[in-house]
């Protein structure tokens, strides 16, 4: 994988698709969960771990992260959206689909243009609705540092990427689209939040018709860091159980 995480059985695989080449990493057995990761690119969290244990887990890289090329015609996130779409039609049927940050803005534009491949949607403090303007000072990304990852080595090329697919603007054409997005949906986020506004999860919740909206307490913009502990299980019952994740369970 070419940097210093714990991959442990994760392992990389490619799909051919018409844009180019897409990497993604892989564990587990069981229903498949499509993962898309955050500007930092993606990580073997814990969580990742966790739910790789109950399914199949694909987390895609989005070309020019991680030292992969960029693919033809993929210049914004529309067209990021159109390429993950076109993976999802290997599948022949809907899959769950969970994103952090960037990847809950890819994420959302996902299921609004591909109803019918997506099943579940789990969103992570998602990027792509700011219009505030962000807070003096730098964010911070974890509330428990201790348990923060080390950064890796595509840091920087990373972050470019991001601000090559459009990073940081307003999606104002998805904010009027929210209404049409059809999967189940679980939003995120931590209460120690510095990075998205805490008016992301409210605009999601309202917009989305068939929506959760869940606080992880304690917990900022890194939540399968900063909480696994709970953030994995909650999202494990959501994807098992749908709604009635929120039905608590006869001991």
């Known amino acids: 994988m ?34 898309l990761h955050s500007a930092a690119g993606p990580r073997p969290s814990p969580v990742m771990h966790a739910l790789a244990a109950r399914h199949d887990v694909h987390m895609l890289t989005a070309p020019g992260f991680s030292g992969t090329p960029r693919h033809r015609g993929v210049d914004d996130i529309a067209g990021l959206a159109r390429m993950v779409g076109s993976f999802l039609e290997r599948f022949g049927k809907p899959v769950d689909v969970m994103g952090e940050s960037f990847g809950g803005w890819l994420a959302l534009r996902v299921a609004l243009h591909f109803p019918q491949a997506v099943d579940h949607l789990v969103l992570e ?36 990427a991001f601000a090559a697919y459009g990073g940081g603007v307003f999606d104002a054409e998805l904010a009027g689209r929210l209404g049409e997005i059809q999967a189940r949906t679980l939003v995120l986020m931590g209460t120690e939040e510095e990075v998205i ?8 919740k309202a917009g989305i ?43």
């Open 2 to 35: 070419g940097d210093p995480w714990d991959w442990g059985t994760f392992r990389e695989e490619q799909a051919d698709l018409p844009t180019g080449t897409l990497h993604y990493a892989r564990a587990g057995e069981g229903p498949p969960l499509i993962v």
């Open 125 to 160: 403090g998602p990027a792509g609705l700011r219009e505030e303007q962000p807070a003096p000072g730098v964010p911070r990304i974890f509330a428990r540092e201790a348990t923060a990852p080390a950064a890796g080595p595509y840091l920087d090329a990373n972050r470019a």
């Open 197 to 204: 506004p805490a008016s992301t999860g409210r605009r999601l």
């Open 209 to 251: 018709p068939h929506s959760h909206l869940t606080y992880v307490y304690g917990a900022g913009h890194g939540l399968e860091y900063d909480a696994p502990e709970r953030v994995g299980p909650l999202i494990a019952r959501y994807l098992e159980r749908g709604e009635a994740f929120l039905v608590r369970q006869a001991s």
